[in-house]
C-alpha cells in the first residue's frame, strides 16, 4: 500500500479519471465494483465527482469531454512540475496537444495530449489537489501502461517528454519495458502487435488492484459491465480486462500485480 498527501515526482502517472454521459450510473457501478465512497460534484465542475478509499482520493468520475461519437473512457495523467513547459515539449517531440494548458480552479492546472502513435493522455500540475491519496491496495490504482502500435517511437517521446529510463521485459512474441523514473519502474510501455484487431486502439490502460480478479470480473458482469477478457495468471499476479456498464475500459490484477504507482 502507498499514501500520498503531496504532488508526486514528475513522469508518474498521478490521477485517473473517468469520463461518461451518466455519472450516476458511473457512481453506482463502481460504488457497488470497488467500494468506492463517491462525494457529489459540485455544478462548478459539472458534477466532476471524488472516488475515496478510507477517506483518500483514488479516482474522479466527470462529464465525458470532446466529441460526441467519443466513448467513455478512462484518462491517464503524468505528473509534471510546469505543465506548459511539459505542453510545449509534446509537442517538440511529435505529439499533439489537444487541449491546452488551463486552470482547474485551485486544484491544479492540467493538459490533454496524444503521444505519436495516437494514445491520449492528460498532464497535471498539481495545487491543492496532488493526484491519487492511495495506491497499490484494493480499490485503488495499481499500474498504468501505454500501449501502441509504434513502440519505437513512443519510447522516444516519452524519454523526451518524461525522462523515462526502459527496464526490458520484452519476450519473443511481446515487446515490453518499465516505465523508469529514480531507479524504479512507475508504469508501462508495450506493443500491439500486428495480430491485433485493427479496432483496437492505441490507449493507456488503468488497472485497479483487486482482492480477487476472478470475482471482480463476476461481478463486473453482474453489475453490467462486459468481461473483456477472462482472469488469467501472470507472473504479476492474476489479471483481467473489463468494461464498465458504459463501456469505459479498464483492468484489475490481484495476488501481486502492483508496482509503483
Known sequence: MVTRDTAWPAGTPCWVDLGVEDIGKAKSFYERLFGWQIGEGSPESGGYAMCEVGGRAVAGIGPKQGPEEMPP??????ASDDVDETARQVDQAGGHLLVEPFDVMDAGRMAIA????????GIWQARTHGGVGRANEPGSLTWNENMTRDYDANQAFYRSVFGYDFGDMS????????????????????????????????????????????????????????VIRQPWDTPYGRMAVLSDNQGAVFAVGSDGASAEA
Open 114 to 121: 496524444a503521444d505519436p502513435g495516437g494514445a491520449i493522455f
Open 171 to 226: 519476450s519473443e512474441d511481446f515487446r515490453y519495458a518499465t516505465l523508469d523514473l529514480g531507479g524504479g519502474p512507475v508504469g508501462g510501455i508495450g506493443e500491439i502487435g500486428p495480430d491485433t484487431p485493427a479496432e483496437i486502439e492505441p490507449n493507456w490502460a488503468t488497472y485497479f488492484a483487486v482482492d480477487d480478479a476472478d470475482d471482480a470480473a463476476a461481478r463486473t458482469a453482474a453489475l453490467g459491465g462486459t
Open 73 to 78: 473512457a478512462w484518462t491517464t495523467y503524468l
